[in-house]
Every structure is written in structure tokens, then in C-alpha cells.
T-cell receptor, first 115, second 112 residues
Framework: GAVVSQHPSWVICKSGTSVKIECRSL??????MFWYRQFPKQSLMLMAT?????????EQGVEKDKFLINHASLTLSTLTVTSAHPEDSSFYIC???????????FGPGTRLTVL | EDQVTQSPEALRLQEGESSSLNCSYT??????LFWYRQDPGKGPEFLFT???AGEEKEKERLKATLTKKESFLHITAPKPEDSATYLC?????????????FGRGTQLTVWP
């Protein structure tokens, strides 16, 4: 199957700082990438959908100025959590896919802890 | 509103004891139903996609089936390495590669 990587796998930061998370499709070109967050023992909640070369589409209730998404190429999308606060601590997961194939492949996730 | 409900929330099986996980859904125009496996601290791993009622897919000890209202993931003679959280997700109408709606998952524990 297709491989999606995320970096870093975990990060600890101080309140008020910004954190960037990278999502890469390693062996295919992804037309669409999705960003999810997952709280302990909860399901995955979609935050935004990102298409290469265009602005991300955010889900209702997700602050686009706080969670900046950039999908600059067909293999890379980034999520920047700006001015992070402890309530932003979560497990962030990206997925990637190609529009002609109706499957999404998930990255390994990034554990963010904001102190 | 599109909804996905998985049951049970948690399931403990002895090695070799077969069982089924349930995923019931209400969605406008099902485009696809997906099963994923998620290990602790990791991203979901794709297992199956089902598109129409009556469809079945198998992979090793797992078999997924689909009706118009629900899907079952049957686990035959499970082994401890099958322990994980199994997630069900549905994709509603519209174009391909649309958003997925996830259930909360079933946490499966298989003990020797």
C-alpha cells in the first residue's frame, strides 16, 4: 500500500509558541490531503481538507487562523498550530489520497503536548 | 445528519474465539464504507473498502460484509496480534476521495 509519513512523531512545546507538522506521501502524488485530530479514546475528527495548490477547506468550528494548512506540492502538506495552548494538545493525523482512487492512506500521527 | 455507530466499544476474546464487530450507519448516499485498524499511538491502517450492499471482502482472519444499514467485521480464530482498535468510516455522496465520517471504534483485546 501507499506510504504516508509525518514529522515529527511527537513534539512538546511551550504555550504561545507555534508548531509545524509535516505530512508527506512517499511513493505517490497525493491530490488531496486531510488533517484529523484525535483525543484519547475518541474517534478521528476531520479538521480540514487540502488540495494541492489551493486553499484548505476547514470543518465547522476549526479556526483557520490557528491551524494553518499549506499544500504546496503533490507530496507535502503542512499543518502549523499557531500560538499553541494546552487545549491544543492532541494526536494529529494526516491522510493522503488520489482522486481517481477512492482510498485514503494515513500517516503515523504526531503527538503534540503543549505545556 | 450522517452518523456512524460502532459496537461493542470494547471486546475481549480468547485466542481462537471468533466474533463480529458491528458498524451501523446513516448517511445520505453511501459512496463507500471503510474499515481501518489502529494500534495505540499510530495512524489507522487501511483494511477494506465496501461499496454496495451484499459485498464481502476477506483478508487473512478478517472478513467484512455490508448491508444497506450496517457492516460487520468478522474475525475468525483471532490471535493476540489482532488486538487493536478497529475503526469504521463512511463516505457520503459527492465526488470521490471525499471526507470520511468515523465511528468511535471497537477496542479488541485477544488474550492467549
Amino acid at each position: 500500500g501507499a506510504v504516508v509519513s509525518q514529522h515529527p512523531s511527537w513534539v512538546i512545546c511551550k504555550s504561545g509558541t507555534s508548531v509545524k507538522i509535516e505530512c508527506r506521501s512517499l511513493d505517490f502524488q497525493a491530490t488531496t490531503m486531510f488533517w484529523y485530530r484525535q483525543f484519547p479514546k475518541q474517534s478521528l475528527m476531520l479538521m480540514a481538507t487540502s488540495n494541492e495548490g489551493s486553499k484548505a477547506t476547514y470543518e465547522q468550528g476549526v479556526e483557520k487562523d490557528k491551524f494553518l494548512i499549506n499544500h504546496a506540492s503533490l507530496t507535502l502538506s503542512t499543518l502549523t498550530v499557531t500560538s499553541a495552548h494546552p487545549e491544543d494538545s492532541s494526536f494529529y493525523i494526516c491522510s493522503a489520497g488520489v482522486r481517481t482512487y477512492n482510498e485514503q492512506f494515513f500517516g503515523p500521527g504526531t503527538r503534540l503536548t503543549v505545556l | 445528519e450522517d452518523q456512524v455507530t460502532q459496537s461493542p466499544e470494547a471486546l475481549r476474546l480468547q485466542e481462537g474465539e471468533s466474533s463480529s464487530l458491528n458498524c451501523s450507519y446513516t448517511v445520505s448516499g453511501l459512496r463507500g464504507l471503510f474499515w481501518y485498524r489502529q494500534d495505540p499511538g499510530k495512524g489507522p491502517e487501511f483494511l477494506f473498502t465496501l461499496y454496495s450492499a451484499g459485498e464481502e471482502k476477506e483478508k487473512e482472519r478478517l472478513k467484512a460484509t455490508l448491508t444497506k444499514k450496517e457492516s460487520f467485521l468478522h474475525i475468525t480464530a483471532p490471535k493476540p496480534e489482532d488486538s487493536a482498535t478497529y475503526l469504521c468510516a463512511v463516505q457520503a455522496g459527492g465526488s470521490t476521495l471525499g471526507r470520511l465520517y468515523f465511528g468511535r471504534g471497537t477496542q479488541l483485546t485477544v488474550w492467549p
